[in-house]
């Protein structure tokens, strides 16, 4: 069963932007070869979000970090898209980058995202190390760098859970409630 059999758009809602950042992290890819990072843009705005910002940095824990804070710090970002550096090799360590930021982990995008590849791939999905979460009321979503896998993820998970019309429930609506832990 897809994700859209079980998932609806109550069209009587507006349909509200959501402003995504979306990182490339890769130590050879430019913004002119950089397909996944196209991918993902392309899609996300062709779905009616606004992309926010976009940028490529190396496979290099501190400057992934630093990135991800400057989007988390940034009040004109909802959500940060990553893609690339989701294996396991010496290399790919953008899910400990984001686990060095992230407060709370929501380990069901990861899950879906490796069932939803199960599908295309078998059991090479189990290399797949995408992971998403929250922090200081920003969404992070890391996705593996390939064009398909960012296809994967955006239509197969996130178109429906940021958009704010889709039910039953989807992680948009929460959007306003990400802080509550930090008023006082």
């Known amino acids: 069963m897809s994700p859209s059999a ?7 809602k507006p349909f509200q932007p959501v402003r995504i950042a979306v990182l490339t992290v890769s130590d050879t890819r430019t913004l002119d070869d950089d397909k996944s990072g ?10 009616g979000h606004v992309i926010a910002r976009r940028e490529i940095v190396k496979d290099d824990m501190a400057a992934i970090v630093a990135c991800l804070r400057s989007y988390i ?3 004109e970002i909802d959500v940060v898209i990553s893609t690339g550096g989701t294996g396991v090799t010496g290399r790919d360590i953008t899910p400990e980058a984001f686990k060095q930021v992230m407060e709370k982990e929501i380990e069901g995008f990861g899950e879906l995202f490796r069932w939803l590849s199960f599908e295309k791939i078998g059991t090479s999905t189990m290399q797949s190390r995408a992971l998403g979460g929250v922090a200081m009321g920003t969404y992070l979503f890391a996705l593996p760098g390939s064009p ?5 993820g955006w239509q197969g998970i996130l178109r429906q859970q940021l958009d704010i019309r889709t039910g039953p429930c989807n992680l948009a609506e929460l959007m306003p409630r990400l802080k509550e832990h930090l008023e006082t």
């Open 6 to 12: 079980t998932s609806r758009i109550d069209e009587s």
């Open 38 to 47: 196209r991918t993902l843009t392309e899609m996300i705005a062709a779905d």
């Open 148 to 152: 398909s896998a960012c296809r994967d």
């Open 73 to 75: 710090e940034d009040p």
